[in-house]
């Protein structure tokens, strides 16, 4: 299994966008399914978004719209475009590449 770490969250202003990263310690071409999740306080993980390994996506209701998923193989890096933020949207973002990243922390402030 490859080891993922996510980056590019932070606080912003509803109606802001963020792009988050995930970065994978070895080549992520093989993996089928890739995928963004989240986990809001006192809520359970959700899945937000996923990407095959031909480009098909899936978004959450929520997010259709506003949330762009990609990938980078030649990067290894899986992305998360996020547009039109809501205060809702507050939440730890994962990733899942077949193993679990630590998060990053996507605030959206009123």
């Known amino acids: 299994q490859v080891q993922v770490a996510e980056s590019g969250g ?3 202003q509803a109606g802001g966008s963020l792009r988050l990263s995930c970065a994978a310690s070895g080549s992520i071409s093989s ?3 890739q995928g963004w999740y989240r986990q809001a306080p006192g809520k359970q993980r959700e899945l937000v978004a996923l990407i095959s390994s031909v ?3 899936i978004y959450a209701d929520s997010v259709k ?3 762009t998923i990609s990938r980078d193989n030649a990067k290894n890096t899986v992305y998360l475009q996020m547009n039109s933020l809501k205060p809702e949207d507050t939440a730890v973002y994962y990733c899942n590449l077949g193993s679990w990243g630590q ?3 996507v605030t959206v402030s009123l």
């Open 65 to 67: 719209g506003r949330f």
């Open 10 to 12: 932070g606080l912003v």
């Open 103 to 105: 998060g990053t922390q």
């Open 55 to 57: 480009g098909r996506t």
């Open 31 to 33: 993996i089928n399914v």
